[in-house]
């Protein structure tokens, strides 16, 4: 089978390139062709199709206002991925399209010449992107379904995006659009990494046949932990960000009393510096990034992580790559976090947002015996086996792609015989 493969990203900048870069060599493994569809990056990986790939368009740079109309121009629709896409299509002629994140950059022109070329369409929603201007569902720090029933005037009302009046009326103006002109129809079969997105998807309308659940998988072979150097610190890694709830994680391992590890950068790196010497705790420590060997033997050896986001994570690869390595989980109680613990199993559950309740996970987790802690591990790489691996992903994505060729191009019915 030749797929195409689109994202607006081709390196590995977080959790949905990760996943399209596993999911190209777990199909090219099975002998299928992956033909790349992106945008032009210095950082980007080499590719035999990136003479096909569009330039370079940063929507966070300053402009000035003739650019900035330009871009949002391209933002909701852009004739060079239009064209340079349909060039591709004809030249290799692929049997099924799968999307991770193309909006803004690609844009929804790409949708019409899916459609031009009756190709069948899988996309797998990383974020909520389809159901929500600003794709988090949350806004100034809280939780928001005010676009739910087509209401997106109010990412403009309350400047849902970058808190930017101009960059949230073009995500409404961008939303109203895909609406008028139904663009995202085209789509057969919409992949959501974890079940909680996909209720989410039908309880802002969605066809339910067209909603699947398939988790992500980690395609890495069982990465070697160093023997009886168990540490007794918990450990948070992932990008640094308010949206992830690491504050309420410092004042809640300072509550415990417990050993902390933060790895990772982000837009929230200098503001945790500031706190973490107001406090004058040493026993938190902000050890940036890390990556390859270095960071399995951090997440091998930590007594457990902790997912302390406020917002609706989908299947969080940190997470998985925990269970990958037998670490038991303390997350938050909101997206699709919960669906990767087994409460007193494998960890734990604390209310998002709350200080107590996550200090409280911690302290279930800190009277644990020896030999539970040993269940708990247990536990998590049984469930990164039976669910989280390339041997379980597969033959599920190939149902799902059969059944979106299905859909485009039903087989043909044998004529009878006439007497």
Known sequence: MKILMVNKFFYIKGGSETYYFALKRLLEQHHHTVVDF??????????????YFVENIDYNARQNIASQMKLGIKLIYSQE?????????????????????????????????????????????????????????????????????????????????????????????????????????????????????????????????????????????????????????????????????????????????IQLLIVGTGPLQGHLEQVLRKKGTHRIQLLGFRSGQELFHLVGNAKAVVLPSKWYENGPYSAIESLMLGRPIIGSDIGGIPELIREGENGFLFHHGSKESLAGAIRKMELLTPEEE??????????YQKYYTGTAHYPKLMAIYQEAIQSKHPPKQKEGYRR
């Open 81 to 257: 991925a239009k064209q340079k896409l349909e060039q591709l299509i004809r030249k290799e002629k692929p049997d099924i399209a799968h999307l991770h994140i193309f909006q803004h950059q690609l844009s929804l022109s790409i949708l019409d010449v899916l459609k031009k070329y009756r190709i069948p369409v899988v996309y797998t929603a990383h974020d909520l992107q389809m159901l929500c201007p600003n794709y988090q569902m949350m806004t100034h720090g809280k939780i928001c379904e005010r676009c739910k029933g087509k209401r997106y005037f109010n990412c403009t009302r309350y400047k849902c995006i970058k808190d930017s009046t101009a960059k949230s009326l073009l995500g409404t103006m961008e939303a109203y659009f895909n609406q008028a002109t139904r663009k995202y129809d085209i789509i057969d079969k919409i992949i959501t990494p974890s079940q909680f997105y996909r209720r989410k998807f039908l309880q802002f309308g969605v066809n339910p046949d067209r909603v699947v659940h398939l988790p992500n998988f980690l395609d890495l072979k069982q990465p070697k932990i160093a023997p009886n150097q168990k540490g007794d610190y918990y450990l948070y890694f992932g990008r640094l960000s308010k949206e992830k709830g690491i504050l309420t994680l410092i004042h809640s391992a300072i509550q415990a009393g």
């Open 374 to 383: 040993q269940m708990f591990s247990d536990c998590s790489r049984q469930i």
């Open 38 to 51: 992106s945008m032009k990056d210095p950082k980007n990986f080499a590719s035999p199709y990136e003479r």
